[in-house]
């Protein structure tokens, strides 16, 4: 005698995972539909023009931050084109900052620094790259007299 089994295909347990066949579907068919929805959100956004397509990338490069900063001059040095300066002090923080004290000040070659003269006040504008701590130097891209 030849016993036939009927197998319940809606209630087969997958791998030991402990989800049903049913929810094992429901599961991977949702898996695959996020898949496909993140591609097509991933392309959407490659194809989306940003909002400053009348700018030069490299015009933006070639901008560098300045430092705006006082000083005193203690004395000048017409050899190698540097000053020695008193009261540094950045301009845009207001009149109630601290002093850095004493730097020497790398002159560009487009001021003379025999027109300055010790006690003037000057202005500075700085290159950050250039303002070294440590040493106490940095290199200005333009130096004025204050009044």
């Not at 400053?52 to 900063?69: E, H, N, P, Q, S």
């Not at 002093?99 to 000057?122: E, F, K």
């Amino acid at each position: 005698m030849t016993r036939y089994y009927k197998i319940d295909t809606e209630n087969i347990w997958c791998h030991n995972t402990g989800m049903q066949k049913k929810g094992f579907n429901f599961f991977f068919l949702g898996s695959i539909g996020f898949l496909i929805l993140a591609l097509g959100f991933v392309t959407l956004l490659g194809r989306t023009k940003s909002s400053d397509t009348g700018t030069d990338v490299r015009a933006k490069a070639g901008i560098t931050a300045t430092l705006k900063m006082s000083a005193d001059v203690v004395s000048v040095d017409d050899n190698k084109g540097s000053i020695q300066v008193d009261q540094l002090k950045f301009l845009d923080r207001g009149e109630g900052q601290l002093s850095l004290g004493a730097w020497v000040v790398t002159a560009p070659p487009t001021v003379s620094v025999g027109s300055l003269s010790q006690g003037d006040h000057i202005s500075i504008i700085v290159d950050p790259l250039t303002f070294l701590a440590q040493s106490h130097t940095l290199t200005a891209t333009e130096i004025r007299v204050l009044k």
